[in-house]
């Protein structure tokens, strides 16, 4: 089973706008809600993928309770921590004669002591019971920067594997706890390594350090330049699919999802660039954080150019 972790989710509402104008009114044309939250966009992104898996995290108030009845046309199953406070609401602008989004994120609850503590016995119950464990998303305040490498390592003595998705202290904590596999996107690999990449080679020869370290399994998503995946020294790059952008919001985490999936069902490493490539161009292609689903990313994954480098 696959198991989501989401500690600082977030109620996602976009809000769509003709041509926005800083400091001035302006009229909105449309507004979707979404639940989300990397974790949670990882678990919607699963559902169509047939695998077995489970929902956890950390919730709070009238918006955290909301976002429940917001996953409940999501069939999979989900337990999390109830705690005070609110969980946040992140705002999303899109700009639809542009086609930019500004994002505005609130903060989410404030963690106790206490609420970590009751967290981790509820980690280890689900631990039992599955064998890959995803850790996506910001860390909220009040939680300690070295959170997820205590999961992961909580996971490793369970004998359970980690994909890691995180950003800043958080990540570079995680990342000395050693998971299985990480996820970053060009700016958090470049703020990991401390180091900036001008072509993929560059990056190929820096993802060789990170695994002399003992992380297996590395994808660099790039944008439109696609990703580079790597895995004990075999990289490969992977190009874009030819797709109409609408909000690459939740994109990285269609990728994260079609990652484990590939993970859980051994799938080849040049199939694996193909997919976590086509997951995360389609993902693009749809409004807020609506998941691409696998029977449309299995009809066009093959198209996906990738060059080993």
């Known amino acids: 089973m696959i198991l989501t972790v989401t500690l ?88 639809e004669k542009t086609n930019l989004v500004t994002e505005i994120n609130e903060t989410g609850p404030l963690i106790a002591k206490s609420n970590t503590e009751e967290f981790i016995k509820l980690l280890k119950e689900h631990l039992i019971k599955c064998d890959l464990i995803v850790l996506s998303g910001s860390l909220p305040d009040g939680m300690p920067s070295d959170f997820y490498a205590q999961c992961i390592r909580l996971a490793s003595d369970m004998k359970v594997a980690s994909i890691l998705d995180a950003d800043g202290e958080a990540f570079k904590f995680g990342c000395k706890a050693l998971p299985y596999a990480i996820k970053p996107n060009l700016h958090e690999f470049e703020r990991l390594t401390g180091k900036s990449f001008s072509n993929y080679r560059e990056i190929r020869d820096e993802i060789k350090v990170i695994h002399e370290t003992g992380i297996e399994l590395v994808l660099v998503s790039l944008g439109k330049e696609g990703s580079v995946l ?42 694996t660039a193909r997919i976590t490539s086509a997951a995360g161009c389609l993902t693009a292609a749809l409004d807020g954080s609506e998941m691409s689903e696998w029977k449309d990313i299995k009809d066009v994954y093959k198209k996906v150019y990738i060059e080993e480098i």
């Open 8 to 95: 600082n989710p977030a109620v996602d509402k976009t809000v769509y706008i003709e041509n926005m104008k800083i400091g001035e009114l302006n009229r909105v044309k449309a507004i979707r809600t979404d639940p989300g939250g990397k974790g949670i966009n990882v678990s919607k992104a699963l559902c169509s993928y047939g695998v077995e898996q489970k929902a956890t995290g950390i919730l709070a108030g009238m918006n955290g309770r909301y976002l429940l009845s917001l996953l409940e046309k999501f069939h999979f199953p989900k337990e999390f921590l109830m705690v005070s406070g609110e969980t946040r609401v992140n705002l999303k602008i899109k700009d």
């Open 230 to 271: 790597s895995y004990r020294n075999k990289t490969y790059h992977a190009s874009t699919l030819p797709v109409q952008v609408k909000s690459t919001v939740a994109s990285g985490d269609s990728m994260v999802a079609a990652l484990a999936y590939c993970i859980k069902k051994d799938i080849p490493l040049d199939e």
